[in-house]
């Protein structure tokens, strides 16, 4: 359809958004079969605060569910360019921040694909924009919610 909204994600994103939506869409909702007739076999379903909450959860994975077909049909495979000189897409990049010394090594991901504990930064992030285009060597300023940082592209790859 024209006009409508991509997602950029990594390969690796696309295959872990899949598996994912798979397990909630089979064992996940067959686990949630099972927890309901549980607690509907409790007895008087109006005073059963296990079915109630097992409804409730099996509304929330529903709506999830929902949410990551949505992002499923959304997303954009962009491939990181393995040979590109300067800071891209899907780059995994170290680097040093110059005041304090600190090097942090991230891969830049789409956004719903992010995770700083698994060092995945995404791409719309003000780190990530201001690390675009960056070849190793390069200082760039960013502006956080901390004040103002700079940071010093040590390497690619």
Excluded: C
Excluded at 68 to 84: C, F, G, H
Excluded at 129 to 153: C, F, I, N, S, Y
């Amino acid at each position: 359809m024209a006009g409508e909204e991509t997602e950029a994600i990594t390969a690796q994103g696309l295959e872990e958004l899949k598996a994912e939506l798979h397990h909630l869409e089979t064992v996940g909702r067959r686990e949630m079969a099972a927890v309901i007739l549980a607690a509907r076999e409790e007895g008087d379903l109006k005073e059963n605060t296990e079915y109630h909450q097992a409804k409730e959860a099996q509304g929330l994975m529903e709506t999830k569910i929902l949410r990551l077909q949505e992002r499923l049909r959304r997303a954009q495979v962009v491939e990181a360019d393995t040979s590109s000189k300067v800071v891209v897409f899907g780059s995994t990049v170290t680097i040093t921040d110059v005041p304090t010394g600190k090097q942090q090594t991230w891969t830049l991901v789409g956004p719903t694909e992010a995770s700083v504990a698994d060092g995945k930064l995404s791409s719309e992030s003000p780190i990530a924009r201001a690390l675009m285009g960056a070849a190793p060597g390069d200082t760039v300023a960013v502006e956080t919610p901390k004040g103002k940082r700079e940071l010093t592209v040590d390497k690619l790859g």
